[in-house]
């Protein structure tokens, strides 16, 4: 059917200010309709409404089913050139039946056995991989080889070529963060092949980008300008760790440094720019002490968050689950976000911030805080 005539979309505007359905006013509709013309006054409610009402829903994807499901996909699936990657996209059940875990992101469980090579190739798509459990694969970006633990983040910017390898004994699996959403929509995206050959060297403790990167408030004086994606290519778990325990042990001090009492975070950091890793995604870390309730929080832009360890409860708008490590949600545009735990909570957060904050479209509110 098509809008003109849905009586959905009519009753989504104010009923009262639609003209009376006369038959010359059907004729004029069949009209817009063979001219592929739609009239604003039958679709406004949609088109500008109070506050952001996104179609993507609040929705949990548990560890314990994701998993067994990538693994039984590294049994029965290859992978390789053409496939590229043995990666399983979360399909918001809001966005149509697309592998997009919210309008901007898509976020993916991708896993590799043993022997196993996935290809390289570069695509404008910004990427990350942040490693819930396991270690073993290290992923080639641009030539550096960087190993993946358990804890680490690792930013992998648009453009850059890139493939993963696993020489060792067990299978490995971790998240993959794209925009590939956003760049669908706006038609920004590229794609290239890389050499087949497969680059065997085994990743050192540390990657050069790291050797060069990796030392608090330094940087090489041969690299003082900003580049808009980070050079760090591993953010690991100990830096991270360590971090956000301070935070909280500062706090406990009497100290107020974190967000909101018992809640320590903390961002990944371009440190050329002191902003967001990559131009598109914001990935923060948070941590909350047993026995800690968060505020009420709503923002413009989605979010998708993985469970790092603990559990807890965590309400997204009017969906409601108790979580545990692994699992992954996703928070949609608008919705308030709160999170409660006993045992203690650390979770792993990417969002398209920068994207709203670049174009000043960024909004938040804090329950208890007038924005
Ligand atoms: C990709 O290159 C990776 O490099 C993961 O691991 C997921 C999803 C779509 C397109 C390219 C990766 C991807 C992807």
């Known amino acids: 059917m098509s809008p ?12 009262d200010s639609q003209p009376e359905r006369t038959p010359q006013l059907e004729a004029l509709y069949r009209n817009f309709e063979q001219q592929l013309l739609i009239p604003l006054w039958t679709e406004i409610g ?17 560890w314990k089913n994701l998993l067994p499901a990538a693994e039984q996909a590294g049994e029965l699936v290859p992978v390789g050139r053409g496939g590229e990657r043995r990666a399983i996209a979360l399909a918001n059940p809001g966005l149509g039946g697309q592998p997009f875990a919210t309008p901007t992101l898509w976020a993916a ?9 996935a290809p390289v190739h570069r695509h404008t798509q910004n990427a990350f991989r942040f490693v819930v459990e396991g270690e073993g694969v290290w992923t080639v970006v641009n030539g550096d080889p960087v190993a993946m633990r358990r804890g680490d983040f690792l930013p992998q910017a648009g453009w850059h070529w890139h493939g993963h390898h696993n020489r060792s004994a067990s299978a490995m699996a971790w998240i993959d963060g794209l925009d590939i959403p956003f760049q669908h929509y706006t038609d920004a995206a590229f794609f290239e092949f890389g050499p087949d050959e497969v680059d065997t060297r085994q990743a050192p403790e ?7 990167w990796a030392h608090p408030g330094l940087r090489p004086l041969t690299r003082l300008g900003p580049t808009p ?10 830096h ?44 923060e870390f948070h941590r909350l002490a ?16 993985q469970v790092f360890d603990g559990t807890g409860q965590v309400s997204v708008g009017e969906a409601r689950w108790t979580v545990e490590r692994g699992d992954l949600f996703v928070v949609p545009s608008w919705q308030p976000l709160t999170v409660e735990t006993e045992s203690g909570l650390d979770l792993f957060r990417f969002s398209d911030a920068p994207i709203f904050e670049r174009l000043h479209l960024d909004r938040s509110h804090q329950e208890g805080i007038h924005a």
């Open 240 to 283: 991270t760790d360590h971090a956000l325990s301070e935070q909280l042990a500062l706090e406990a001090g009497g100290d107020p440094v974190t967000v909101e009492p018992g809640h320590a975070a903390v961002r990944y950091t371009n440190p050329t720019t002191g902003g967001d890793v990559l131009p598109t995604l914001r990935t």
């Open 46 to 62: 949609e088109l500008m409404p109070p506050h952001p009402a996104s179609t993507a829903l609040p929705h949990l994807w548990r």
């Open 4 to 15: 003109v005539n849905s009586p959905m979309r009519v009753q989504a505007t104010d009923a």
């Open 206 to 212: 540390r990657s050069r980008s790291e050797r060069l």
């Open 109 to 117: 469980i991708q896993y590799l056995n043993p022997m196993e090579d």
């Open 290 to 305: 047993p026995h800690t309730a968060t505020a009420a929080h709503r923002e413009v832009g989605s979010s998708v968050f």
């Open 229 to 238: 994606a980070t050079p760090l290519l591993a953010y690991r778990w100990e």
